[in-house]
């Protein structure tokens, strides 16, 4: 087997405070090839307290750089530093802005394009980063014309070849689970619990949850919701305002970040998983889920489409619509049959995804492409 050396992109690493899904799928891909004999090399944003280099797990991370401006020192260290180290290839994850690698390195390049963060950037940032990042997202299809791309998801693919892209340079490989972490819990809660995961930012809709919660409490009485994620965009507190104005205050936790295993324990615990999501790239909270025998209610945007299955492991809704998830969560909640079928649906669907299997198959996309450049 040819061993590589593998220059790996992405804004943040596993130990950042705010880590999330794309973190996830690149730390997984490099322990997994560094077990393999390969050597990673990760260069990532700095955070605080955390040392410019170090060994995860096997990979090497280097960090330098905030959230704006990891990407001009990613292309500043490629030229002082990187390029000398004689990579054999260059892996980026894109999560809104490029790395544009393509444009300035001399090794063969193979991004992974997780989402379109499109109208979401004006949301999100002030309005001259959001300009520069919607125009950058924005030229993706042209930097990346001759690159070859992995998606999470079958429809990413399609989106994509329709913007331009070769349908031979992108290929689906959609990510794993821990199901040491994520299996079915002894018991379900004794009073009907939903929950919320993801971090608390505004395309996420957290508000929506605690909605859902006000309008389904005259009916039932004894609910409750959980909400966990870290607080990104600093709007926990305004969340907390909201529940106290909609009287819901008594029925909501606000976790915060919480260990894997006791995330877990409240996933395992739940009747449903809320998911209003504005997009996603795939969710590993609802894999996470429904590993956990949790079905998701979700809206039917992005990679939530092919990560949820309707009335298979949960119930899809249109964006936006309080009053369709608001119904779709009721119906879960009080039709037992419907809650365990989906429950079992969920967990037969969640069993066939590993992060052994997501490793593998991105690692041969890297080594079965290498040729072709």
């Known amino acids: 087997m040819e061993t590589l050396r593998i220059l790996a992109f992405n804004w943040r690493d596993i130990n950042h405070p705010q880590a999330g899904g794309a973190e996830r799928l690149v730390h997984e891909f490099a322990r997994f090839a560094d077990s393999r004999g390969h050597f990673v090399t990760l260069f990532a944003a700095k955070h605080p307290k955390a040392r410019s280099e170090q060994n995860v797990d096997g990979y090497s991370v280097v960090r330098k750089g905030n959230q704006f401006t990891v990407y001009w020192w990613a292309r500043t260290l490629y030229g002082s530093r990187f390029h000398r180290e004689h990579y054999d290839v260059i892996l980026e994850s894109i999560t809104g802005v490029p790395w544009c690698a393509p444009l300035y390195a001399r090794e063969p390049v193979i991004a992974m394009w997780l989402h379109v963060v499109g109208r979401t950037f004006f949301q999100e940032l002030p309005l001259p980063f959001a300009v520069a990042g919607w125009l950058a997202e924005a030229a993706i299809p042209a930097i990346y014309r001759y690159t070859h791309l992995v998606a999470l998801t079958n429809l990413f693919r399609q989106q994509l070849i329709e913007k331009g892209l070769s349908k031979e340079r992108v290929h ?188 593998r198959e991105t690692l041969a996309v890297l080594t079965g492409t290498r040729s072709s450049f």
Not at 209 to 235: F, K, M, Q, S, Y
Not at 278 to 289: D, F, I, N, Q, T
Not at 302 to 321: A, F, I, K, W
């Open 172 to 359: 689906v490989v959609p990510p794993g689970l821990d199901h040491n972490v994520y299996r079915l819990g002894e018991n379900k809660s004794a009073t009907p619990s939903m929950i919320f995961v993801g971090p608390i930012e505004g395309y996420k809709h957290p508000e929506m949850a605690l909605n859902v919660l006000a309008d389904l409490l005259p009916d039932i009485p004894n609910l409750r919701l959980h909400v966990i994620g870290w607080d990104r965009a600093g709007l926990a507190q305004s969340l907390a305002k909201r529940a106290t104005r909609l009287g819901v205050q008594q029925q909501v936790t606000f976790h915060g970040w919480i260990p894997d295993y006791l995330k877990a324990k409240l996933l395992q615990e739940a009747w449903v998983l809320l998911q209003p999501s504005e997009r996603e790239g795939w969710s590993l909270a609802a894999m996470e889920a429904a590993a956990c025998g949790t079905p998701a209610v979700a809206t039917a945007v992005g990679g939530l489409q092919e990560s949820v299955r309707h009335r298979e492991t949960g119930l899809l809704v249109p964006y936006g619509n309080r009053r369709a998830i608001s119904s779709a969560a009721r119906a879960v909640l009080v039709d037992e049959r419907l809650r365990k079928d989906l429950s079992v649906g969920a967990v037969q669907w969640a069993s066939g995804f590993t992060w052994e299997r997501y490793a």
